[in-house]
């Protein structure tokens, strides 16, 4: 696989991770903390808009022939915490449903117990298919560019209940769809907003169910959407380990017809991913391990569209 590509899908599996550790004692005491993380990934997938597909589409009624990938997976987060428990960071941030990807952000508490998470984020690395829709010619790909901003208000008025919100700019570097049908231009704005209340069944274990709700605007009226999204997670957090389980179902409803298909297209998703963390790995306390698994099921009223995808991964990591 071609670097940049990897480093794609490595942003891609990260942003895809559930939030795994809790803060401990050592993230919320003045000073610097960091965790740094590397491992192994493997994805493979039917998904015909991904880059990484069989660069021909025999055939336009038909998903892809499914494709897999090992790629390298290298995750850091550097923090600093200031005396009043206020903190800045920077690093892969992740994610259960999207951005950010890389983030620089701060987090600042207050005196109710609830806290602000304000960040910036980007993806630059990510490549996309410049005409995805090519029947029977060689498709080539393209950079594709994300960036924004996200607000996370958690614990609010010390209440589990957390809403989040995020805004995000998508350009892409020579969108030849989008030149051949200006209703599939890719270029554009998505919003996501998520509401959360997790439920706590025990010391150290919680039950979370969310809603989110999005808002594709981008230029290309037939790639534009609202999506809705119904998520319920696991999180069970002690010393020695911890996990993060969850599954979602949603769907995503486009505004015009795909002039490539003659039919608006409708979309419902369908995805389970977990991250289990085990803590003290050979007896060290700065060593810690996590397996990552997930999978991804795509229905689409267009065929073409239609796609699974399974992930899985290991690392090993180092905090201080």
Known sequence: MPPMKAVCCLIL???CLP????QGPKEVRPGFSARVEAGVGYVTSTDQLDADADKRADDLRSNADRFSNVLPLLLFNVRYTFESKRQIY???KRESGGPPGLALGAVLPFDDGSKLDAAVFGKPFEEVWKDPY???LRRSDTNKTTYG???EYSDILGTPVGVAYSVAHVDVDDDEIGARFDALERDGWVHEAEAEYPFRLGRGMSIVPSFQFAVGDLD???NSYKGYQLKLGLRRFSARYGFNLFAAVGV???DRTHPVFDKSRDDTNYSAFGVFTFS???GRDALFCNLIAGYRHRDSNIGFLKADTFLGGLTIGYKF
């Open 13 to 15: 599996v990260v942003c």
């Open 19 to 22: 939030v795994v550790f809790a």
């Open 90 to 92: 920077f690093g892969t």
């Open 134 to 136: 090519l029947d029977g």
């Open 149 to 151: 901003a996200k607000l």
């Open 220 to 222: 290309g009226n037939a």
């Open 252 to 254: 995503n409803d486009y």
């Open 280 to 282: 003290d790995l050979f």
